[in-house]
């Protein structure tokens, strides 16, 4: 009998040790996590973040910062145990590639109508938030405004043989529009890639390095490494207005290819309701024109009140018009075409 009671007395210690310990962690089980994928870049993730966590003390926030493509390939191969909850910026097309693989989760935000209708996905898998036009760039001590290429085609000029830097286009969404813009300006006359690698492969002989991401691009830039290159617009300015680099752009005479930059909840995010919440806060006017004046950020939405943007982003520029979907169905192709083909082979 006293053996029995033992075992009583025992069993009541850990049952009660059970309800303590489903009890007293409540908060702790309950504390609000978020995981964001995104190649927006730290400064901007991170004021973001603390932005949102004034008001909301409690959420844990992590970011992955990488490129648009290798966002892709890590939500590929999470597929079946998905990790990020949002996934916050890359190109339009890298967006869709995504729907049709089913990884996104459908979520209509609050503003839907608030954007036209090729700045979404019919099913509300991802919205546009950012429009984000390519340019030309260059260091604007060594090479006068006057001197640099005004054209895509001026970057091909002899006089910037091995003076020409290119970011890695793999894994940007960026480098991507550029060179796949370049081809689509012969191929929507020729039905064929052809006269775009001949146009690559004039550049290629102009190229001195083709460096491994934006940041060494610009950091080169500015050290004379190389004096022209291709890139967004938004991280130009950011790198001249903000960090006080000597680079400037042009817009190209004929036009640019605009990428929309979107966000999306992941499929099988495990926060989804802190997903939408953040999602919710970097899209709203007030956040959007912050990152208009903060980080050069052209917003998409229709019903802002444009007079409380930076003057020069309501200043008219030609895009260039692009298949987008062939862009995305041919693009892979191109691109291995370039790597075996003509990377590095025209000097």
């Known amino acids: 009998m006293r053996l029995t009671v033992k075992r009583c007395a025992t069993l009541l210690l850990l049952l009660a040790f059970a309800i303590m310990l489903a009890c007293k962690p409540s908060g702790t089980a309950r504390r609000r996590t978020l995981l964001i994928y995104t190649p927006h870049g730290q400064d901007m993730l991170r004021d973001f973040i603390n932005r949102y966590k004034q008001q909301n003390p409690d959420v844990d926030i992590q970011f992955l910062d990488m490129g648009s493509r290798e966002i892709l390939e890590r939500l590929r191969a999470e597929r079946n145990r998905p990790q990020a909850d949002l996934w916050w910026g890359a190109a339009h097309t890298t967006f869709q590639t995504a729907t049709d693989e089913d990884l996104l989760s459908p979520y209509k935000p609050t503003w839907a109508g608030q954007v036209s209708g090729d700045s979404r996905d019919p099913q509300d898998r991802w919205y546009g938030t950012y429009a984000t036009p390519e340019v030309i760039v260059y260091n604007s001590d060594a090479v006068r405004a006057e001197d640099a290429p005004h054209d895509w085609d001026d970057v091909l000029d002899a006089k910037w043989r091995d003076h ?19 081809i689509w300006r012969f191929y929507s006359q020729t039905n064929s890639p052809a006269g775009g690698y001949d146009w690559l492969r004039r550049l290629d002989a102009n190229v001195h390095e083709y460096t491994a991401d934006g940041t060494l691009l610009m950091q080169k830039l500015a050290r004379q490494e190389g004096l022209v290159s291709l890139w967004n617009m938004p991280d130009v300015r950011l790198y001249q207005e903000q960090k006080h680099f000597p680079v400037a752009y042009m817009i190209p005479r004929s036009g640019t290819p605009v990428i929309t930059d979107a966000i999306a909840i992941v ?6 309701e802190e997903a939408r919440k953040f999602y919710e806060f970097v899209t709203t006017p007030e956040s959007l024109i912050y990152a208009a004046r903060t980080f050069y950020r052209i917003p998409v939405r229709t019903d802002l009140d444009r007079s409380q943007l930076p003057a020069w982003m309501n200043e008219s520029f030609t895009r260039m018009p692009v298949d987008w979907d062939l862009l995305r169905r041919d693009g892979n192709d191109w691109l291995k075409y370039w790597d075996a083909e003509i990377r590095g082979r025209n000097k």
């Open 164 to 182: 020409v830097l290119i970011r890695n286009p793999n894994p940007s969404d960026s480098m991507r529009a550029i060179f796949g813009a370049m």
């Open 267 to 272: 499929r099988g995010a495990q926060h989804e």
